[in-house]
């Protein structure tokens, strides 16, 4: 070990004092011998809405929301994760009814590219008018279509808050769609915990 690091200084040292061109060729290589290979890591990247309803009347509010997710050859797993909380629904219902689904609902589907717009099935669909448990849906082992994918969102729902807490109501849902794909980390400029998606390098 001594004898390389006497080396290296050796090889510095006349890297300097050489002149022009062939100096920092001769630099340049002893640096990139000295760099750490880049590491490949396995990175998630969450895509989704998480809505908590408010209501200023007696009436529920609608929500709507989509949003885009670029889905490349790199990308080796996806899990979507699904959870409707309404609280007293059932109670709500007997009183209420709720028979055309229309006035608490929380309607979520993942569309492939272009399978929307061709009138197509969607990838992956929910529609719930009461409470839904968390759940997890996970797509590994198979080869996602390339392009942009479209999580959307139709909900309606309410958000009560009379200052009593025994009548306080406040439908929530959140869902997210989780992507793996490799990461890129440099030693040199990278944090532990940072990296370049495989994808970007390309």
Not at 33 to 61: C, K, V
Request: proline share 3%; with cysteine.
């Amino acid at each position: 070990m001594r004898h390389m690091t006497l080396a290296i200084v050796l090889l510095m040292t006349m890297a300097t004092l050489s002149t022009g061109c062939l100096g920092l060729v001769l630099q340049r290589e002893i640096m990139e011998d000295m760099r750490e290979p880049p590491e490949t890591i396995l990175r998630e990247q969450a895509i989704g809405f998480d809505h908590t309803f408010t209501s200023t009347g007696l009436d529920s509010t609608d929500y709507y929301n989509e949003s885009s997710i670029q889905i490349d050859s790199s990308v080796q797993s996806m899990s979507i994760s699904f959870r409707a909380q309404m609280p007293l629904s059932e109670t709500f219902e007997s009183l209420i009814g709720n028979e055309t689904n229309l006035i608490r609902y929380v309607d979520a589907k993942l569309w492939s590219p272009g399978s929307k717009s061709a009138g197509s099935e969607p990838f992956w669909e929910i529609r719930v008018t009461q409470d839904h448990s968390l759940e997890r849906w996970d797509y590994t082992g198979m080869n996602f279509q390339e392009g942009i994918w479209i999580l959307e969102v139709d909900a309606r729902g309410y958000g009560w808050e009379p200052g009593i807490e025994q009548l306080t109501v406040k439908d929530h849902f959140d869902v997210f769609v989780t992507i793996t794909k490799p990461c890129i980390r440099f030693a040199e400029i990278h944090d532990s915990d940072d990296c370049i998606f495989q994808s970007e390098l390309n």
